[in-house]
């Protein structure tokens, strides 16, 4: 679903990303891993193809996503570190009107309720404005907004930075589903455990080189701390 | 899709205690500036009426008289007010809206408001003219500088673009979210201006001023699109929405502030008017020089074949003074036209200011279509003053021709009544369009311009942080 080919970028003689070489299937869920400045964010951009590629190829469904910007968004929702909605507008409002936007159509409310329900936004939630809200309440608008999308792949900014454990664990149960629904997630994170926990396999990134992919069901915490440890010393 | 993105943006303002505020003092403003507007256009229109209807009743009912006295006597003219003169009242307040058309001057304009204004004047009128050109521009901007910069800074842009939306639409939704805004709160100020317009004017003028109206709307219209284009193009563009801010209000200082004062000190520069000292002192002059009354009177007794004054058989005073009014007219036409043609080379530089200021090309087309500036004062001078020739020529004959008695002669009303009322029509439509085709034109780019940029803006440079 997701696919990187000898996917480049550099801003002048500084490499962000070097050739990474990547497939994320559907139904998978890839955890990218890697301090910051590691070409993870870089990556998540490149797909949604906010910057260009300086070689490389970024495919959405098969799509170069250079070449059919638009289209391939079709089958992507985002969900940035900063989960930003306007403000002044309630959750119901955010999700109608992303969710009209995504799906070119308007969407009808009780579908729209539906998803937060799913999402398990607490109930009288969605009429509020979301200038009240957490940022565990806004992740969960927007992954309304993925499931009101039908997206077939998410890509994921560091979605558990800034919340607490029991919004991360009802985050990483939500992503499940959907990866249990067939869509193929790429989440760039910090967290081992969660990365462990949900991810079908991690990737170690160090200064824009994708290091080393592993399995997750091959190895247990404490190893993959160890092997995170031993690429960021040398 | 857009017009899903114009609601949300609507909504948007709608909840923005700043946008209800400055809305609603500028609403207050336009509606305040109308009601002066109309008061002013009902009670000066109510004075001309009364006042022509007096100068008229005085002519017709100033007695047994010699027809130079009654020259002498003089009608006064004035320059009709245009209902639409209640959203702009132009150079009225300088140029004066009244004139004494009497025998053998051509009198100045009087009755001009500014000279009675005290300095606060020089703030500016509120207008509802000075509201649409300065004030609305000033809210435009502040309700689309954050249009894209904002949401860059906090982030939703990224969503947003991550929805898979053609850019194009995205800018054509929230240009029409900043004219949804607009109409909020121009539509019902101008249901509330149109019912003043009714109310001020019979039916006649109503209908009479309807194209002018139409073509005041749109070009109020062009130049409001100009600067949703323009704001949205700074604000696609700069880096921050405080930095679009920043150079938003930089281009409405110059173009409301410096660009006015700029043009009009360089177009008086270029284009020297005399001081009015200087003019008079001139024009006494010229009048001075008079024409030769020997040479006139040989050329008079070689008309009718007689070689003695006495032998005449017309009144010589009458043709004496019918010379002295061509000679004095044609004085006035020299300088009277050297002077006005100056004002208008004025008028035209600071028309050119339109290509970098916009409010320089619309202050031109709302002052036209009002029928408030410079060109349109001309125009009703010019049929002044015709009339004032006509009237005077009507006096010079009948005394040509009076017969010759002892007595002075002495005309009545039968005389008077033969001199036409004096009437004057504001020109059609197509003259001020005419007049102003520059500007409109200037309007039109400015629009198209600045919509397009947008446009380009928002596809090509919109970058998600």
Known sequence: MLQAIGLSKSYGAQTAL???????????????????????????????????PTSGLAKINGLDVASDALETKKYIAYIPEQVS??????GLENLDYFATLASGAAVEKPRLVGYLREVDLPSGAEDRKVSTYSKGMRQKIVIAIAMAKQAKALLLDEPTSGLDPKASNEFSQLIRKLAGNGTAILMATHDLFR???????????????????????EFGHADLERIYLEHMHD | MISQIAKKEMLEMRRDGRFQVASAIVLGLLLVSLGIGWQQYVSVNRQHEMARAETREQWLSQGKKNPHSAAHYGV??????????????????????????????????KYKPARDANTLARFGDLTASSVLQLLVPLLIILMSFSSFAGERESGTLRLLLSMGIAREKLALGKALGVAGGLGMLLVPAALI???????????????????????MTASYLLYFAAFVGISLTVSALAKSARLALVCLLG???????????????????????????????????ELKKGFDGEALKKKVMAQYGVTSMEALPVNF?????????????????KLYSELWDTFEAQNRLQQQGGVVAPLMAMRSVSMGLSGTDFAQFRDFSVAAEKYRRVLNDAMNDDLKNSPKTEGPYMADEKLWSKVPEFAYVMPEVNVVLGQQAWSLGLLVLWALGATGMAGWAATRRLRAE
């Open chain 2, 193 to 215: 201006g149109s019912a003043a317009l009714v109310l001020a004017s019979d039916s006649g003028s109503f209908v009479a001023n309807l194209p002018r109206l139409g073509w």
């Open chain 1, 195 to 217: 990365a462990k926990e949900d991810g079908s396999r991690v990737g170690i990134m160090r200064q824009g080189r994708l290091r080393q992919v592993l399995n997750t069901d």
């Open chain 2, 76 to 109: 006064y003219a004035f320059k009709p007010k245009s209902p639409l003169s209640l959203v702009d009242r132009g150079a009225d307040q300088y140029t004066g809206v009244a004139v004494w058309l009497e025998a053998h001057k051509q009198n100045e304009f």
């Open chain 1, 85 to 90: 909605l306007y403000k002044n507008l309630t």
């Open chain 1, 18 to 52: 070097d050739g990474l070489n990547l497939e994320v299937k559907p139904g998978e869920i890839f955890c990218l891993l890697g301090a910051n400045g590691a070409g993870k964010t870089t990556t998540i951009n490149l797909f949604l193809n906010f910057i260009e």
């Open chain 2, 317 to 333: 005073l009458g043709i004496s003074l019918k010379a002295g009014e061509d000679h004095g007219n044609e004085v006035y036409d």
């Open chain 2, 251 to 285: 281009f409405w200082i110059f173009n409301g502030l410096a660009a006015p004062r700029l043009f009009s000190d360089v177009s008086r520069t270029v284009h020297r008017t005399p001081s009015s000292f200087a003019f008079s002192q001139r024009m006494d002059g």
